[in-house]
């Protein structure tokens, strides 16, 4: 990695810690002025207000706003997450176990979406002013007209249960024990114990919901490259490489799709951060156990700890996408190292 790129990634972590502070604020203070009681919810119906006292003292809900603020901050500085008021259990050890989860699955189909799309975005250049580019384009565009948590159904109903072939309850098949862990990731932890037979479960089991979040990329980047690749190549660099003979494949892939991929590019970070946000609904339909579940949990049962964490996690994850894409883009684009 250049200079340049690790001086923009120095700079992008700085902007995100006011970043981080404004959001971990926000959620704290909005989700103390709801009208609801998570500690009330959580005690048993023959609670008396005694044992409510106490239980609001002990998570420190009897202190004000800023206070408890200030408190939960200089705790979270320490490595304290707290500990969830519904689960009873660290917070931190709930998010450990389902962020692992929710990354898999956004990469997976992050990859299977950007896969797609620029298979489809070269497709659709290929066939300009033909009938393969009209059928694309339609297609692109219903594929954006449904949801992704619609095509979780879909999927499910075609995939799941008209055509059995693939299983969508879960994470794994039942009776698969789980390998030992080593890096918090399954995929990774199964390819290294060499637990082919759990490897290969979680694939499967990954494969609808990933599919599920793909389409919903997979159509924006195909249109994205082919309006790029329309504009490159009418530059001048392409008539003087078509002039010297150069065969027109070679063309594309070469000289017009690299420059063409920038926009693109600035895609992807972009939906690759709004993908986490759609895994809440795709997790929820699959019982896919990751943040999405945890989140939908947290909030059913108002579990404040378990909530604010989660957000905090997610506007991370968001911000370490985007600062992963401006290097991405700052290496692939000579005007900006240069500028």
């Known amino acids: 990695m250049s200079r340049i790129a690790l001086q923009l990634l120095f700079r992008r972590v700085l902007l995100a810690i006011p970043i981080l502070l404004c959001v971990s604020a926000l959620v704290f203070v909005i989700l103390r002025l709801l009208p609801a009681d998570p500690v009330a919810m959580s005690l048993p119906p023959g609670a008396t207000a005694e044992d409510l006292a106490k239980l609001r003292q002990a998570f420190g809900l009897d202190r004000s706003i800023?206070?408890?603020?200030?408190?939960?901050?200089?705790?979270?500085?320490?490595?304290?997450?707290?500990?969830?008021?519904?689960?009873?259990?660290?917070?931190?050890?709930?998010?450990?176990?389902?962020?692992?989860?929710?990354?898999?699955?956004?990469?997976?189909?992050?990859?299977?979406?950007?896969?797609?799309?620029?298979?489809?975005?070269?497709?659709?250049?290929?066939?300009?002013?033909?009938?393969?580019?009209?059928?694309?384009?339609?297609?692109?565009?219903?594929?954006m007209a449904i949801p992704e948590f619609l095509w979780a159904i879909l999927l499910i109903l075609v995939f799941g249960v008209a055509l059995p072939i693939l299983p969508f309850i879960g994470r794994l098949s039942?009776?698969?024990?789980?390998?030992?862990?080593?890096?918090?990731?399954?995929?990774?932890?199964?390819?290294?114990?060499?637990?082919?037979?759990?490897?290969?479960?979680?694939?499967?089991?990954?494969v609808l919901p990933a599919t599920a979040l793909a389409i919903g990329l997979a159509p924006l980047v195909m249109r994205v490259l082919r309006s790029s690749l329309m504009e490159v190549i009418q530059e001048d660099y392409i008539t003087q490489a078509r002039l010297r003979g150069i065969p027109e494949h070679t063309i594309l892939v070469r000289h017009a799709l690299k420059?063409?991929?920038?926009?693109?590019?600035?895609?992807?970070?972009?939906?690759?951060?709004?993908?986490?946000?759609?895994?809440?609904?795709?997790?929820?339909?699959?019982?896919?156990?990751?943040?999405?579940?945890?989140?939908?949990?947290?909030?059913?049962?108002?579990?404040?700890?378990?909530?604010?964490?989660?957000?905090?996690?997610?506007?991370?994850?968001?911000?370490?996408?985007?600062?992963?894409?401006?290097?991405?883009?700052?290496?692939?684009?000579?005007?900006?190292?240069?500028?």
């Open 174 to 206: 039942p009776g698969l024990s789980l390998p030992p862990p080593v890096t918090g990731f399954l995929l990774l932890d199964s390819a290294i114990t060499l637990r082919l037979d759990v490897l290969g479960s979680a694939l499967r089991h990954m």
């Open 66 to 143: 800023p206070e408890q603020y200030l408190i939960w901050l200089g705790k979270l500085l320490t490595g304290d997450f707290g500990g969830s008021i519904y689960f009873r259990r660290p917070v931190l050890d709930l998010v450990s176990k389902a962020l692992p989860a929710t990354i898999e699955l956004v990469f997976l189909g992050l990859v299977l979406g950007v896969a797609l799309g620029v298979a489809g975005g070269l497709a659709m250049f290929a066939w300009r002013g033909r009938a393969g580019e009209q059928v694309l384009d339609l297609g692109t565009s219903g594929l």
């Open 259 to 339: 420059n063409a991929a920038l926009p693109t590019i600035s895609l992807i970070g972009v939906q690759g951060g709004f993908m986490f946000g759609g895994t809440v609904l795709v997790e929820m339909i699959f019982a896919f156990p990751g943040m999405g579940n945890l989140m939908v949990d947290a909030v059913r049962n108002h579990d404040l700890p378990v909530i604010q964490v989660v957000g905090l996690v997610y506007c991370v994850l968001v911000l370490a996408i985007n600062a992963v894409v401006d290097v991405v883009y700052l290496m692939a684009n000579p005007k900006l190292r240069t500028a």
